[in-house]
């Protein structure tokens, strides 16, 4: 069936970690007739439908993100529900790379977490439009108005709550609706009865209040609603809704939604509310693409792009417009390896895809074969025989990597691909047998093609197999993994930590390459200085008169880039650099690209050797929520790992304490945090930034 693309809604439910996620995609799958039975997260007898894997089930959280389609009131919704963990944050990232819009998730009691600031970071990245959804109001210590302040002073968001509550905590009966003014209850088995009542008289003041106040943030907006509002005229629900989501749209309204997901209330407000004002793909607009010849121009020697080379002139653009008649052209943005074959989850965003149909990859200029397409419902597949401008699909036995562009012209364009955050903990692994040393090889193959933030190298030094990832649940989940689907039995090292390291004060270098063996020489010099700067590399060329010649600068630069690969004091890579080369000079004959690459990559190695180098260790943001009564023992314990806390909110019965601790020092911590609170606390953690180390 073909859906207007004004009908479809391509949305994320992203969060902290146990915010209620998969709770809350269960229900909307209920309330649009998607599924006929509820799960959950931990169901014994009926697992959560988006949570199908068994370690999602085992450990009770959202591993890999899983996909949907619903309709709601004549709207196709593709949904996808992401993990809140923050190892397995290239999920989130990939799955709002694709998607219009999203449902950012918050937990009554918790409010804006660690995790959410990353999801909002992420969504900020994408430009992508969100509705707040304030989940579990029935718990003791639900507050939101404190979430929706903290919408405003940590995410910088506009907070406009919509609803007002009725009732709180364990009394939590429903909301009221401050655009309708009406009271909605939802009634049922399973909430599946929404119950439309006028407002309470003992409340009719408190909700108009509440409704003046929302339209006074709206009135910035509209004139019409400002002119309605000082003329004290009563202003239509259809102006409301538009103004809503003309300002969702924009980003500069973030609406605020509440509810309890487990207790089955508010659900279906909230699909009113995607249906309403999330983007459908018209809204979103067109997108941008660059050629492929001006990617090919910027290419290094091997053919991989090397943005920093590439000069400072933005690259030139194509338009591409989210209409189903137009060249086809779709995004591969997350691969699974299955029994079958690989699985290829894919964003349309122009043209149509039919199966029997020839297209290419961007990247590669291979010309690819469209074979069986379907629309995924979780783990299960249903198949279809068309797909237009919007959709997203999954394509089987498809050969491209993630961050693939597909399109029917050959050589054509490329979308911008995925961004991948660096992995901060290593582990070496050693097969037992030959036999496991096989298996253990196609595993990590399989893994490296599903997960970017998955690495694997081989230490030069003892031969290990090395795999780094995001964190120490991430290289559980694959170590497990490695034994439970690939019988491959592995003994496993000490986690090690992604250090780097810098320079401590600016110094000159001047180095003569030069070497003579009877035939042609080689010829390269370089002079310049270098200086610290708070992250990165830059290079600045202020040669004169010629003195290298400007086809040699470029090497130059790339063997810069080369000696920032391994420092000085332990060969870990090196951030924080300014090159700036001044001068030099060259030989009519022997002086060459690799000479002056050479060249430059010993002279930045010697020149950071005398600059004063700094090991850097990884910093990272914990948020621990714990039991008021243990607050100080984890803090204390905090402090024994050097961690520097930044402050803690204590709600009640419960306090939330956040800290920077080195990630050398939290290996263990969720055994110890167990131990120190009874099993009653949790606690998050993502990379914040790198900081001299203390040796």
């Known amino acids: 069936m ?164 009725l009732g709180a905590e364990a009394g939590f ?224 036995g498809v050969d491209c990597a993630s961050g693939d562009t597909l399109t029917r012209q050959p050589n054509w364009v490329t979308l911008e691909g995925i961004f991948v955050p660096d992995a901060v903990i290593t582990r070496a692994i050693y097969p037992k047998t030959g036999e496991d040393s096989d298996r253990m090889a196609k595993a990590l193959n399989r893994f490296c093609k599903e997960d970017p933030t998955f690495r694997v190298s081989v230490d030069e030094e003892s031969g290990a197999t090395l795999i780094s990832g995001m964190g120490e649940l991430h290289l559980d989940i694959y170590l497990d993994r490695l034994r439970e689907d690939y019988d491959a039995l592995v003994e496993v090292g000490n986690p090690a930590v992604a250090y780097r390291e810098t320079i401590g004060a600016a110094t000159t270098f001047d180095y003569r390459f030069k070497k003579q063996t009877g035939g042609p020489g080689q010829y390269a010099h370089v002079i310049g200085r270098i200086e610290p700067i708070d992250d990165g590399f830059e290079f600045e060329n202020r040669v004169a008169g010629g003195a290298i010649p400007k086809e040699f600068i470029s090497s130059c630069k790339r063997g810069f880039q080369e000696a920032m690969l391994n420092g000085p004091i332990d060969d870990y890579p090196v951030m924080g650099v300014r090159v700036i080369l001044e001068g030099g000079s060259a030989h009519m004959t022997d002086s060459n690209e690799w000479s002056f690459r050479h060249a430059a990559r010993m002279a930045l190695a010697e020149g950071m050797a005398k600059a004063k180098p700094r090991l850097l260790e990884p910093i990272m943001a914990v948020s621990v929520e714990t039991p008021s009564d243990t607050i100080g023992r984890v803090q204390g314990d905090l402090s024994s790992r050097r961690g520097l806390l930044l402050g803690s909110d204590a709600q009640g019965d419960e306090a939330t304490i956040q800290a920077e601790v080195p990630l050398a020092k939290m290996f263990g911590y969720s055994t110890e945090l167990r131990s120190l609170t009874a099993g009653m606390a949790s606690f998050s953690m993502e990379f914040a930034c790198y900081r001299p180390a203390l040796r």
């Open 173 to 396: 009966d429903g909301v009221i609706d401050l655009v309708t003014m009406e009271v909605h209850r939802f009634e049922g088995d399973y909430g599946e009865h929404r119950v439309v009542e006028p407002i309470p008289a003992e409340l009719e003041l408190t909700a108009r209040e509440a409704r003046y106040t929302m339209l006074e943030q709206l009135s910035i907006l509209s004139d019409d609603i400002l002119a309605a509002l000082v003329a004290e005229e009563p202003i239509p629900e259809t102006l409301i809704w538009e103004v809503i989501r003309q300002g969702t749209l924009s980003h500069a309204i973030a609406p605020v939604l509440m509810g309890s997901a487990y207790k089955n209330k508010g659900v279906q407000d909230l699909l009113d509310a995607v249906e309403r004002y999330l983007p459908s793909p018209l809204d979103r607009g067109a997108i941008s693409a660059q050629p492929i010849q001006s990617r090919r121009s910027n290419a290094t020697d091997n053919g991989t792009v090397d943005a920093a080379i590439g000069g400072t002139q933005d690259p030139p653009t194509i338009v591409i417009d989210p209409n189903p008649d137009g060249d086809l052209v779709a995004l591969a943005f997350k691969l699974t390896v299955e029994s079958f074959g690989q699985l290829t989850y894919t964003r349309i965003y122009s043209g149509t895809l039919k199966p029997g149909q020839m297209v290419y990859n961007s990247r590669t200029g291979d010309r690819i074969h469209i074979g069986r397409m379907v629309r995924m419902h979780a783990d299960k597949q249903e198949a279809i025989d068309y797909a237009q401008a919007g959709d997203i699909i999954a394509l089987l």
């Open 2 to 165: 073909k859906v207007p693309l004004g009908r479809i809604r391509n949305i994320g439910i992203s969060a902290h970690i146990d915010s209620g996620k998969t709770t809350l995609s269960e229900r909307i799958l209920y309330y649009t007739g998607r599924i006929h039975r509820m799960g959950d997260v931990r169901g014994k007898v009926v697992g959560a439908t988006m949570d199908s894997r068994t370690d999602e089930t085992n450990r009770g959280i959202t591993i890999v993100s899983a996909a949907t389609s619903c309709v709601w009131n004549d709207v196709q919704i593709n949904l996808i529900d992401t993990p809140g963990h923050v190892d397995f944050t290239i999920e989130v990232e990939r799955a709002l790379r694709v998607l219009d819009g999203a449902v950012m998730v918050l937990c009554a009691v918790a409010g804006v977490q660690a995790q959410s600031i990353t999801v909002d970071r992420q969504m900020k990245r994408y430009q992508i439009p969100r509705i707040a959804f304030i989940n579990k109001m029935d718990r003791a210590g639900a507050d939101p108005w404190r979430v929706v302040a903290a919408l405003g002073d940590r995410l910088h968001l506009n907070p406009v709550m919509l609803q007002y509550p």
